[in-house]
């Protein structure tokens, strides 16, 4: 019985509803085309009017209608069916056209201008009544203006004033055309602001300066140009304008100028575009029985992150109450394929739901991606907020703002990223953010670059230690000197009872001999040829690093193309909480570098998603480009700098270690250990180091003349005598030169 009453409910509601569909479905397609009705009735009135003005047709509505428009205008009769076909093709253009506004001010400026030149025929032909009344001069309308000015102005007078109101008349019919001209000469004189990003909402509506052209427009997909009514949107993009700081115009006379880098252009979104994809994503929901609202939208240089509220749906209950429920969230997010293809983008990424916010945030590509450049973030509050000499520029999110990082809060950072998505460019404007606000003596890098592509640009940069490290050969004795190096300044900052590299070089700032440590980032640009050519020695190097280099002053930069379990293993993961990640091939890539989805979705050149030790989620951001000419200009200004100032050239620091590891390459393999034994005893025997090392007697006795070639220990003794060890507790005869002046002291 129940369920044959809910069928009776049913069958009851859909007859309701197909007995009100019809009348309301005509009605609704009738107001989708009510713009091509009008445009067609006004261009059909305007011609009929014209062949009754030439005498071509008459009849009892058109002949009053044309003594009626001759009487009250005059010679300016002509003009009507003219206006009234223009209006027309006003109304055609606005149904095929989306966001397109009648220009109603224009409209009455040239209507203003229509009504003086009535008054001037007035002047010169018809300055009686009668002859006005009989069509001549400018009609009724044109004698009343004239004889009205006449009166109060005088004959002279009402010349003057006519012909002032309409200049007036003609500046506003004419106004958009000037103002689009002016806006030529001013693009054309000054080159547009770089640091200008495009952001929509809809409370701030302004006028666009659209450069989109029609072939640009028909780009779009057929159905999404015919949107019904319900889908047209009307937004306009703002453009805002990042406040630059007055900190960037007091920088430090020592560091380079900003000017040595490039502006750059912007490229804008404009409202047809839009509308075009607001409208789109709409209705592409709705198709699927998900209706939505797109509320809001920010424009940024690669995507245009629409806001999308999800709406309500209907359902039966078995009761037979229609029930109203909220559209889930991950109904939406199973749809971005299907959006993909009707807004013909390559690539969508759906931010389900953006935090801290009630709705969607669906990245649709532009058409026109921008370009970003250094200099204006530089320039502007949110960088120089960071107030921190390992400041970096990181590029623009979502809504074009600037974003910037601190280094030293990271305190490393790991990057990842398939061939051509920009994490070598990324690296190289992060040395390039480094080294243009620090002097040589603040900070130094080391690089290394396996791929030898990037960074062998930097060679001859006064802040590189040595030069850009490429075989892998040496990578690995140059990370062993960088936690050497850490060990080193470990030592330091005990003596001096600092607790960082800030606290120690407080102290030390007014003693004349001691040493100030500068700040030491190593950049590595490939980390899976390090690991498979080392991988052990490497994750245990780059973990120590990362373990404890942060309070002397030495921070990581790495990156790598294959973001593996292999590669980024659980301990590096661990120990470099801020990670970038670029275009990767698969999601299974991306939960490795960012422990989630989405980096699989990006569209390469730039295109990367930060996630911040402090932010719980991850921010998509564009890339900072940096040109051959900007590195050259740095480099070049250092060299001039620093070559005023007569310096021997400094050895490579890890040179030592690097010839003490081609020393031992010919050795027994555990050499190391039993120069550590024979140090501990301050005695050496075979049967020492038999017993210590576990190994026969004819192993112990090659390792005992090994250590009399490296001059650890003596000359054998007569009487089976323990041989003497050359060697004091704490040194070593190969140990390489640290980084300063004290090396002798402090080793």
Known sequence: MALKKREDLRSKADESDAQLSLPWRIIERGWNYIDDIVAIFLIATALVLLLGLMGLTQGSWISPSIVFIERWMGFGAAVVPITLALLGWVFLKRSRSLGFQIPWIQIIGLEIVLFILLAFLSILDAQELPRAEAGFGGGIIGWSLSSLLGEVFGRVGRIIVLGFILIVGAAIGLQSRLMQSNDRVKRSSHPSNPTSMPRG????????????????????????????????????????????????????????????????????????????????????????????????????????????EPGYVESLAPEGQVRRHKVRVSQISALANDLAMALSAPRLRIEAPVPGQAYLGIEVPNR????????????????????SPLGVVLGRDVAGAAVAADLTTMP??????????????????????????????????????????????????????????????????????????????????????????????????????????????????????LMMMAPDQTEHTLVRLAQMARATGIHLIVATQRPSTDILTGLIKANFPARLSFAVASSIDSRVILDGPGAETLLGRGDMLFLSPEAGSPVRLKGVLVSEHEIE???????????????????VPWEHLLERGARLDDRDEIIEQAIAVVRERGEASASLLQRALRVGYPRAARLMDELEELGVIGRAQSGGKTREVLIQEGEDPLDPEPLGPDNDEDA
């Open 412 to 529: 490393h950072m790991l990057i990842a990223g398939t061939t051509g998505s920009g994490k070598s460019v990324c690296i190289a404007s992060l040395a390039l953010c480094l080294c243009i606000n620090n002097t040589p003596e603040d900070l130094r890098l080391v690089m290394i670059d396996p791929k030898m592509v990037e960074l062998i640009r930097f060679n001859g940069l006064p802040h590189l230690l040595g030069k850009v490290e490429t075989e892998l050969e040496r990578i690995t004795g140059v990370l062993r000197w960088c936690t050497i190096e850490m060990d080193r300044r470990y030592r330091l900052l005990e003596s001096a009872r600092a607790r960082d590299i800030e606290a120690y070089n407080r102290k030390v700032r007014n003693k004349r001999d001691a040493e100030r440590l500068p700040r030491l980032v190593i950049m590595i640009d490939e980390l899976a040829d």
């Open 201 to 308: 909402e809809l409370q701030f509506p302004t006028d666009p300066s659209s450069n989109l052209n029609s072939d640009e427009l028909r780009q779009g997909s057929t159905s999404a140009r015919r949107l019904p009514r319900e889908y047209r949107k009307n937004f306009q993009v703002q453009k805002l304008s990042d406040e630059g700081s007055k900190k960037a115009d007091r920088r430090d006379p020592r560091l380079p100028p900003l000017e040595i880098l490039e502006i750059g252009k912007t490229a804008t979104v404009t409202s047809q575009e839009i509308n075009l994809a607001a409208g789109t994503i709409e209705k592409t929901l709705a198709d699927f029985g998900l209706p939505a609202r797109v509320v809001s939208f920010k424009t940024g240089p690669t995507v245009t992150q629409f806001a999308v």
């Open 368 to 387: 026109r991606p921008a370009v970003v450049r250094m200099r204006p973030i530089l320039e502007t509050d949110a960088f120089q907020r960071i107030n």
């Open 633 to 651: 200009a740095l480099i070049e200004y250092w060299q001039k700098e620093t070559e005023d100032v007569e310096v021997e050239p400094e050895p």
